[in-house]
């Protein structure tokens, strides 16, 4: 059973803009986050999954997004180092609550950024890496020391698609879906050599978040507003369950983001 990690959206809303998406003209309806959150909660529920809760903090308006709480791959977490400030007091509160579930805490070096699982998304047997706008190139090999696997770094260059989990989504099968525009050609060519069977995000459907799901198996939890997409993925047997997400998109975020895998990875293989 796969085990996952939520955060409760009592403290959520849009109090500073740290990406082209947050407006704080443009405020998530505290009425309408709550529905949507626990739409997402009972979704991956009933999907045979265990649920964990972390419990949300004043003034920590993005710790519902705990993708970026850090990685966990085994029984090892690493926390993120988040790059800027408005988000860095979530870091002690994760990692003492990943602590005290029996995780072994492994920290980076303070100076590199990362930010967890929003950037960092298994494929096979790789670890897929995103950098720039959040995580720092650096901190990779130093997360592939850590884990002993093999990443590969790719660039983001649309600061809309600003961690890996906007724009690409490995799927089980070894296949993923992804919209190629938001990385550089050498990261396009990386992933197209790593995977096979890659689906195209049209732009139109990747600023809805298509791209931001929760895989398990065979079923896939993903933002509302991707048909095409939705029939791709249909015809490759998978079952897809689409959510309204508008006040989390708000912030930059959606079904994903709003999740981590505990452990995201049973074991790395070198
Ligand atoms: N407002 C948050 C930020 O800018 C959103 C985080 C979205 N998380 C993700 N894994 N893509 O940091």
């Known amino acids: 059973m796969r085990e996952l990690l939520l955060c409760p959206?009592?403290?959520?809303?849009?109090?500073?803009?740290?990406n082209p998406w947050m407006s704080v003209a443009r405020a998530a309806d505290a009425r309408i986050v709550q529905e949507q959150w626990k739409q997402l909660h009972?979704?991956?529920s009933k999907l045979d999954c265990k649920v964990h809760l972390i419990p949300?903090?004043?003034?920590l308006p993005d710790m519902v997004f705990t993708a970026n709480a850090?990685?966990?791959v085994g029984r090892k977490f690493i926390p993120s180092n988040f790059r800027h400030k408005e988000r860095a007091g979530e870091q002690p509160f994760f990692a003492k609550w990943m602590e005290q579930q029996g995780y072994e805490v492994n920290w980076l070096p303070e100076k590199l950024f990362f930010e967890g699982e929003g950037d960092a998304l298994f494929g096979g047997e790789v670890l897929f890496c995103g950098y720039k706008f959040r995580s720092d190139i650096q901190s990779h090999r130093a997360i592939a020391e850590m884990i002993g696997c093999l990443t590969i770094s790719v660039e983001l260059v649309d600061p809309r698609f600003y961690h890996l989990d906007t724009c690409f989504c490995p799927l089980p099968d070894g296949g993923a879906f992804w919209f190629p525009d938001a990385f550089d050609e050498y990261?396009?060519?990386?992933?197209?050599?790593h995977v096979t069977?890659?689906?195209d995000v049209a732009p139109?459907?990747?600023?809805?978040f298509s791209c931001n799901a929760v895989?398990?198996?065979?079923?896939?939890v993903l933002p509302q507003g991707a048909p095409q997409l939705v029939t791709k993925l249909q015809e490759r047997g998978y079952r897809c369950h689409e959510l309204p997400m508008t006040e989390f998109i708000k912030a930059g975020g959606a079904c994903k983001c709003l999740t981590m895998f505990m452990p995201q990875r049973e074991e790395a293989v070198t």
């Open 9 to 18: 959206p009592d403290y959520y809303g849009i109090e500073y803009e740290i």
């Open 42 to 44: 009972a979704t991956l």
């Open 56 to 59: 949300p903090q004043p003034r």
């Open 70 to 72: 850090g990685l966990t």
């Open 187 to 193: 990261g396009q060519r990386a992933i197209r050599e």
């Open 197 to 199: 069977d890659l689906i």
């Open 204 to 208: 139109e459907e990747a600023r809805h």
């Open 215 to 220: 895989i398990i198996e065979k079923h896939i």
